[in-house]
């Protein structure tokens, strides 16, 4: 059944990105579809429920079938928060601008050596990292195990890295202070854009809105803004 839900999701590769991207990771434990919509439900660090949604119409339906059984939504537009908030309220939101790399853009190898990342690295990362808020040395070590990351050394210490998400999406960049300025996040990106497309995987990022320099880099090399999407707990 997954492998037939991830053909479907084909039909609309830009809006099922992440959704695509989660399920080749995770077990999908639930799928309601309508027409050619649906809710999918997997669990990473929650169950969340995955929409896949071109169609306001058969969003409603889907909804009235789904009942709430999980209050985690991923891939979420502005036109659905009304619909999921009709009985609900946000709890938190993550808002995002997606941006993805066209299959025929040009992207030159990281100009430094980058080497993908280990268990040995989980700890250094999760004190280092910006989100420990939002993060843990489980969900890092599932996320170095799962996908493709990279890491760059400089003076006998790793000065920055890259992983993914859970949606494959690439994230978790980060830099250590004293070592910005020197091209390291845009050599870890292009190593990390290099180890996608070697597995033939889109390569796309949600980015905040509001983070300029990273949303500079990526368009300085090629990727393109396809929508706003969220992420939601609602109760």
């Not at 099922?16 to 660090?45: C, H, K, R, W």
């Not at 009985?87 to 992207?107: C, G």
């Not at 100009?111 to 700890?123: F, G, K, M, Y």
Request: proline share 4%; net charge negative.
């Amino acid at each position: 059944m997954q492998e037939e839900i991830l053909h479907q999701l084909q039909k609309h590769p830009l809006l099922n990105l992440p959704v695509m991207g989660f399920f080749q990771n995770y077990l999908l434990e639930n799928a309601i579809t309508s027409g050619e919509s649906m809710i999918l439900t997997g669990t990473s660090d929650y169950t969340w429920a995955y929409l896949a949604v071109p169609d306001e119409d058969e969003m409603k339906t889907l909804l009235g079938k789904f009942d709430f059984k999980s209050l985690y939504f991923a891939n979420v537009e502005e036109w659905m928060i009304p619909h999921l908030t009709r009985n609900h309220r946000i709890e938190w939101r993550l808002s995002t601008h997606r941006y993805y790399l066209p299959a025929d853009a040009i992207v030159a190898p990281p100009a430094n050596e980058c080497t993908s990342l280990s268990h040995n690295d989980v700890s250094y990362i999760y004190q280092h990292s910006p989100y420990k808020d939002y993060t843990s040395e489980t969900y890092i070590r599932e996320r170095i195990e799962k996908d493709i990351s990279a890491g760059i050394w400089l003076d006998g210490e790793l000065a920055g890295w890259g992983l993914t998400h859970d949606d494959s999406s690439l994230g978790f960049l980060n830099v250590l202070a004293k070592y910005r300025g020197k091209g390291v996040g845009e050599n870890i990106f292009r190593s990390l854009i290099h180890g996608k497309r070697e597995k033939q995987k889109s390569v796309f990022v949600n980015v905040e809105p509001h983070n300029k320099q990273s949303i500079s880099l990526l368009t300085k090399l090629g990727l393109e803004f396809d929508r706003q999407v969220s992420w939601l707990k609602l109760v």
